[in-house]
């Protein structure tokens, strides 16, 4: 959500005139797009906002910006804690962002715009003031020319108590479904292959427009019939959400891929109960049953919590035979971070240790990894479909002789690394001579892997070989 939100805010201001620039030292607005999630997230910001006082002090005239929902959730206190900041700005508030910006360059005064409080007034007031901004968009501003995420939802009305998302995104909105094809189509006549429809529950999608009431599954089957897009994919879902009927949309709308995140947070029933997820680890466990049942070579990740209020060693065991259970393609785990003005702050005590909650997210990361490695190598021998986007990262960062992988081939030329992603989002690396580069990025391709790590697989490109001149699994 934040990386789209970037993408927008970028957009409008290179629409607005400015220029992105190569370094801090050519700058005349510095914007930091700001995470609320895990105080980490906020002490980077803060630091690096210290960092740019003696910058600001040479360049008065210059603007700093702090956006997203550190914004909204600290509001002011932004300005006590950097005065040099020049504008606070909530994620309901970035269509706004230009006008802004050129406002503060006229006046020399700080400007704060921020939504109101979910508690502050009427319903219909405090949706409102979460703005939905989701314009037609280039894909040349992105960091993927050929992938693109849309905004079909945004809010979330679960309140996990240990969340502060509900707080600084605001309520559940959904948006028309003939304004998420308008905007698709014009991300597939720029080129784009795959488009990942994202939400805070994006499962949880729901727009009645009088005469039809449009769920995701809806959205799939429109998209389907939109030229030039490849993949469908989505994120994130909310357990309970997961319907029989999405899932086997999931299995017979042909462009939806077999990628499903879903996070549980927690395999104690007590932990789950207390974090308020409206589930049980009984009830995932049957949702993992039914997706691998219904959906062939479904490929799920999840989130998990480590060291949430009160957690016990047979608490936490429960969730390392849950993530056992799941056989997860990879899951991404957190230790607790206490977040003010969520419920969690407020109702239970922050007692697990540091220590104890390291220890827990490296087991559990062990756990994980290994299941991740023994999936991966099921892959090796089999040929799959890249969708290839382009140089991989390790190559791109230096990109010299000793980055260039010498394979078998007719011609003396060397060969470059490049990455794509399955249909199932694993990520793919492989080797092509260097003048392939343009003529391969944005193709969908059949790679076979010779190898595998947890998180990439290792393969082979042959140029005689074609999606139409042979069957290619997932």
Same mark, same amino acid.
């Given at each position: ?12 201001? @290179? ?12 700058? %005349? ?6 995470? *609320? ?30 956006? #997203? +929902? ?5 509001? %002011? ?47 219909? $007031? ?6 939905? =901004? ?22 979330c009305d679960k309140f996990c108590t240990y969340c502060i998302v509900p707080s600084v995104r605001g309520p559940e909105q959904s948006r ?15 080129? +784009? ?10 499962? *949880? ?53 077999? =990628? ?25 466990? $049957? ?7 219904? @959906? ?5 990740? *999840?989130? &998990?919590?480590? #060291? =949430? +209020? ?30 003010? #003005? ?5 109702? &239970?005590? %922050?007692?697990?240790? %540091? ?68 249909? +199932? ?32 697989? &290792?393969?082979? &490109? *042959? ?12």
């Open positions: 959500m934040n990386v789209l939100d970037s993408e927008l805010a970028a957009t409008s201001l @290179i629409e607005a005139g400015y220029q992105p620039v190569s370094a801090k030292r050519y700058a %005349d607005v510095i914007l930091f797009n700001t995470c *609320s999630v895990r105080q980490h997230a906020e002490d980077k910001v803060y630091s690096a906002l210290g960092r740019l006082k003696h910058w600001k002090e040479q360049k008065p005239n210059a603007i700093i910006a702090v956006m #997203g +929902c550190m914004a909204q959730k600290d509001k %002011d206190t932004i300005f006590r804690r950097a005065p040099h900041v020049d504008i606070v700005l909530g994620p309901g508030q970035l269509r706004q962002l230009p006008e802004i910006v050129k406002s503060v360059e006229k006046k020399r005064e700080k400007r704060l715009e921020i939504s109101l409080e979910r508690t502050s007034g009427k319903q219909s $007031d405090v949706r409102k003031s979460f703005q939905q =901004f989701n314009p037609l968009r280039n894909l040349r501003v992105g960091n993927n020319p050929y992938q693109a995420m849309v905004r079909i939802m945004f809010g028309p479904p003939r304004e998420i094809e308008a905007e698709i189509r014009q991300l597939a006549e720029q080129g +784009c292959l795959a488009v990942t429809l994202i939400g805070q529950t994006v499962n *949880s999608y729901r727009y009645s427009d009088g005469k039809k009431t449009w769920r995701l599954q809806d959205l799939f089957a429109m998209i389907q019939e939109i030229n030039g897009i490849r993949r469908i994919y989505f994120v994130t879902n909310y357990p309970t959400g997961m319907t029989d009927e999405l899932l086997q949309s999931v299995r017979d709308i042909p462009k939806v891929t077999p =990628f499903l995140h879903v996070p549980v947070q927690s395999g104690s029933n007590s932990v789950l109960q207390r974090m308020k997820r409206h589930y049980t680890a009984e009830e995932y466990r $049957d949702l993992l049953d039914r997706i691998y049942a219904t @959906i062939p070579g479904a490929a799920i990740t *999840s989130d &998990f919590i480590v #060291g =949430f +209020c009160g957690e016990t060693d047979e608490e936490f065991q429960q969730t390392v035979d849950l993530v056992k259970y799941g056989r997860f393609k990879n899951s991404f785990i957190f230790k607790y971070s206490v977040r003010p #003005g969520t419920k969690a702050a407020e109702l &239970f005590q %922050d007692d697990v240790p %540091d220590s104890v909650k390291r220890e827990r997210n490296n087991e559990l990361l062990g756990v994980q990894n290994a299941i991740s490695m023994e999936l991966n190598q099921e892959f090796v021998g089999k040929t799959v479909n890249v969708l290839v986007e382009g140089i991989s990262k390790i190559a791109a960062k230096s990109c010299t002789s000793s980055n260039l992988l010498q394979i078998d081939s007719p011609s003396s030329q060397p060969l470059v690394q490049l990455t794509g992603h399955t249909p +199932c989002d694993r990520i793919v690396v492989f080797d092509a001579l260097s003048e392939q580069i343009n003529q391969l990025a944005g193709q969908i391709l059949p790679v076979t892997i010779t190898h595998a790590a947890p998180f990439t697989l &290792f393969g082979k &490109f *042959s140029k005689e070989k074609t999606l139409d001149s042979m069957p290619v699994p997932s």
